[in-house]
């Protein structure tokens, strides 16, 4: 069938949305991307697949899932975190100021050696069970760390059986009763009297705080470095390679107060797991959680270059990107036409101006990511209902409603990390697309953003707010340009504009570089330009 005989009908498509729920084209059409390698590579010391919605990280561990031997996927919404969040004991040491981040990490890695033993033994019953564990512990020389994980594995014996939420319900459970037996009366008292913790006088809060982490370094996970240990012997040597795949980490598995302390014991727990040499961890993080992580969580800041050498910023090529759309064209014509031979080029075939192509202007409009290129293939597609080529028309018309996502998206994306993003946003409506921090740097604007935010209640932990609030209560002074550094600088972090910072350097598009520049780079004669994914829904000025 030639591309002639084509007629795109109402819901043709290249994909979906999402990679779970994109089974008909994502493995057919996979595109082989470097990080996947990289992942399986159990010598690598990546671990953590970092990138914005949209950029491939659900697919590449769904590849994993789907092509390595042995793997297992741990449903973080499964783990009933929030028995964790909702724990008396758990609230009287936050309220206590004591850093959970010691119990945090003995708690994934308790998790990930349970989820290791059971998919090295695959055992099918208890009975196997006992006897591939016991065959794993006899290859162990006798010593310290043998007896641990002997004691180990017959103390949590149960756990092997258990789902992931039982186990974490047990061992919350545990650390509460063996809490209560040190510390009963002072719980009791913190549950029975609000605000009995901030009553107390100094010294008996800094005795309580002592003894609490005094409690936590010798409590029961306390055991795990030697069991960690003796799983390492087992490995050193071994050919056979095993997989734990989480993902979901941006979902609401867990309350937002313990939220990003739990994913940075992760990095450290995960740091101490790569000394199981045929055993990795791969977890996908979204952009903005890492860095709330970095922001809320102070020990973080001081590990930030440690972290990444556990971390591969995924990236897209253009070359691969058009290999992704050339790939999902020909399966969709396969599909809906049973014709093997057409291309983004018969689908596409009039230029939305003189000087572009359909593919030079689509992949200006992206922020390097599958997920757009998908968005506006299929939103073009659509527009172009009963034809058998996407006119210009169409493809303009598609343009509109891809702007319009992608703006939506953002604010959904990153209203989290910062709360009054959609005003940031609308700060760039109807402007130039190319300005000097200058231009804005006047005190109407900093009006402006005072009038926007102050008449959206929900808007008003954003820290642009507090500022302004101080400003205008004649607490703090604040020139324009420091306010200009702050949007700038979220405006930048989110892929809305790039920064050109000095006459002799590049621009800087987040998409490119996977790195956050800081406010104190942005001065009065920083330009930036909005990306043109935004031109259509914010009537930017070309």
């Known amino acids: 069938m030639s591309a002639d005989k084509i007629v795109l009908n109402d819901g043709v498509?290249?994909?979906?949305?999402?990679?779970?729920?994109?089974?008909?084209?994502?493995?057919?059409?996979?595109?082989?991307?470097?990080?996947?390698?990289?992942?399986?590579?159990?010598?690598?010391?990546?671990?953590?697949?970092?990138?914005?919605?949209?950029?491939?990280?659900?697919?590449?561990?769904?590849?994993i899932n789907k092509q390595e031997e042995n793997v297992s996927d741990l449903a973080v919404h499964d783990m009933a975190m929030n028995h964790i969040?909702?724990?008396?004991?758990?609230?009287?040491?936050?309220?206590?100021?004591?850093?959970?981040?010691?119990?945090?990490?003995?708690?994934?890695?308790?998790v990930f050696c349970i989820e290791y033993i059971k998919v090295a033994t695959h055992a099918r019953d208890k009975d196997q069970f006992k006897y591939k564990i016991t065959r794993l512990i006899e290859t162990l020389t006798r010593g310290r760390s043998r007896e641990k994980l002997e004691s180990f594995v017959d103390k949590h014996e149960e756990?092997?059986?258990?789902?992931?939420?039982?186990?974490?319900?047990?061992?919350?459970?545990?650390?509460?009763?063996?809490f209560n037996a040190s510390f009963g009366g002072e719980l009791r008292k913190f549950i029975a009297r609000a605000g009995y913790v901030h009553s107390l006088g100094s010294q008996q809060k800094i005795q309580l705080q002592q003894r609490a982490r005094k409690f936590l370094s010798q409590a029961t996970l306390s055991e795990l470095p030697a069991v960690i240990s003796a799983l390492s012997d087992y490995t050193r040597g071994r050919q056979d390679k095993y997989f734990i795949t989480v993902d979901g980490l941006d979902e609401h598995w867990v309350d937002e107060e313990i939220k990003f302390e739990l994913i940075q014991a992760m990095f450290e727990s995960l740091k101490n797991l790569k000394k199981l040499?045929?055993?990795?961890?791969?977890?996908?993080?979204?952009?903005?959680?890492?860095?709330?992580?970095?922001?809320?969580?102070?020990?973080?800041?001081r590990q930030i270059e440690k972290y990444d050498d556990l971390i591969i910023r995924l990236r897209w090529s253009g070359s691969q990107l058009k290999e992704l759309a050339?790939?999902?064209?020909?399966?969709?014509?396969?599909?809906?036409?049973?014709?093997?031979?057409?291309?983004?080029?018969?689908?596409?075939?009039?230029?939305?101006?003189?000087?572009?192509?359909?593919?030079?202007?689509?992949?200006?409009?992206?922020?390097r990511r599958p997920r757009d290129i998908i968005n506006f293939i299929n939103l073009s597609m659509h527009a172009a209902e009963g034809k058998s080529a996407v006119s210009k028309n169409a493809f303009l018309k598609g343009e509109a409603n891809y702007s319009n996502l992608r703006h939506e998206t953002l604010i959904h994306e990153w209203s989290g990390t910062f709360p009054g993003i959609s005003i940031l946003l609308e700060q760039l409506r109807g402007i130039p697309a190319y300005r000097s921090a200058s231009e804005m740097a006047h005190t109407k604007f900093i009006d402006r953003l005072y009038d926007a935010f102050g008449q959206d209640e929900s808007l008003h932990t954003d820290e642009?707010?507090?500022?302004?609030?101080?400003?205008?209560?004649?607490?703090?002074?604040?020139?324009?340009?420091?306010?200009?550094?702050?949007?700038?600088?979220?405006?930048?972090?989110v892929g809305a504009i790039g920064l050109k910072l000095r006459e002799d350097r590049p621009w800087d598009w987040i998409f490119e570089t996977n790195q956050p520049v800081s406010e104190q780079q942005i001065e009065n004669t920083t330009k930036f330009r909005v990306h043109p994914m935004l031109y259509a829904t914010l009537g930017v000025r070309k």
């Open 464 to 493: 642009i707010w507090l500022r302004l609030v101080s400003y205008v209560n004649k607490n703090i002074h604040l020139e324009p340009i420091e306010l200009i550094q702050m949007v700038l600088y979220r405006l930048h972090l």
């Open 159 to 178: 756990q092997f059986w258990n789902t992931i939420d039982e186990n974490v319900i047990e061992l919350t459970d545990s650390l509460e009763s063996e």
């Open 326 to 367: 050339e790939k999902r064209i020909r399966e969709m014509c396969r599909r809906q036409y049973s014709s093997q031979n057409v291309g983004f080029s018969d689908v596409f075939k009039q230029n939305p101006t003189t000087k572009d192509t359909p593919w030079d202007y689509i992949y200006e409009r992206t922020l």
């Open 277 to 301: 040499r045929n055993f990795q961890v791969v977890v996908a993080l979204r952009n903005d959680l890492y860095v709330r992580m970095i922001r809320e969580t102070p020990s973080a800041k």
């Open 85 to 110: 969040a909702n724990s008396d004991t758990i609230l009287f040491l936050k309220t206590l100021n004591v850093d959970l981040n010691l119990f945090f990490q003995a708690l994934w890695k308790h």
């Open 13 to 63: 498509n290249v994909g979906q949305n999402g990679a779970e729920n994109d089974d008909e084209f994502l493995f057919k059409c996979f595109v082989d991307h470097p990080a996947y390698s990289q992942l399986t590579n159990v010598n690598s010391s990546s671990t953590f697949l970092l990138g914005s919605t949209g950029a491939g990280k659900t697919a590449i561990l769904r590849m």
